[in-house]
């Protein structure tokens, strides 16, 4: 849930992206964290274990607008990708306001995405939340892979109601980050104002 800091007149949102290991969560954040402009952004943090790294940084649009007269603060988090770090995964998702669901393009990689959903919503669950309840955006990553798997087919396995909203990417050079990005913070607000 945000929380709101009186005394600044901020409303901080924490925005999650979720996803299989390796399928461009942290590619996402570092090519958001490199376009925002240094005063509108606070620290890159990385905790890094032996295989995986969570990165975590907070960022005040300037174009989002604000709920009742306070700014916009929103905290960026990836979780571990692997299976094994699903304690850290639910520390992660505690407080989460939307979700960004960074899918593998990868035609090797249709059962990780498919197990992340599934790991997702699973954790939401142990957290007391409903699915349906948390703004999420589908991110297809990965869409210059030679072989990618069609959009279609990946939707098929990870949303197959097609509930969520979609973006293709290609995070590394920045395709369809900030449209993902802007997406799920504008749901998280929306939520916010009909929520006060």
Do not use: W
Not at 104 to 116: G, V
Request: charged residues 25%.
């Amino acid at each position: 849930m945000s929380t709101i800091n009186f005394a600044a007149r901020e409303i901080n949102c924490k925005i999650v992206y979720y996803g299989p290991g390796m399928s461009g969560k942290t590619t996402n954040l570092k090519h958001v964290f490199g376009k925002v402009p240094a005063h509108l952004r606070g620290e890159m943090v990385s905790l890094a274990t032996e295989d995986e790294r969570t990165l975590f940084f907070d960022f005040l649009p300037l174009d989002l607008g604000s709920v009742k007269g306070f700014k916009t603060r929103f905290h960026l988090y990836t979780v571990p990708g692997q299976v094994f770090y699903n304690a850290s995964r639910k520390l992660i998702l505690r407080g989460v306001d939307g979700i960004v669901f960074v899918a593998d393009s990868a035609p090797d990689r249709l059962r990780a995405n498919a197990e992340s959903m599934r790991n997702l919503r699973e954790n939401l669950v142990e957290h007391g939340i409903d699915i349906r309840d948390v703004p999420i955006v589908l991110q297809v990553n990965k869409r210059d892979l030679p072989g990618a798997l069609p959009t279609d087919m990946i939707r098929a396995v990870i949303d197959p109601k097609k509930e969520l909203p979609i973006f293709e990417a290609t995070a590394h050079n920045g395709r369809g980050v900030f449209e993902t990005l802007k997406l799920v913070s504008k749901l998280v607000l929306d939520r916010l104002s009909k929520a006060s």
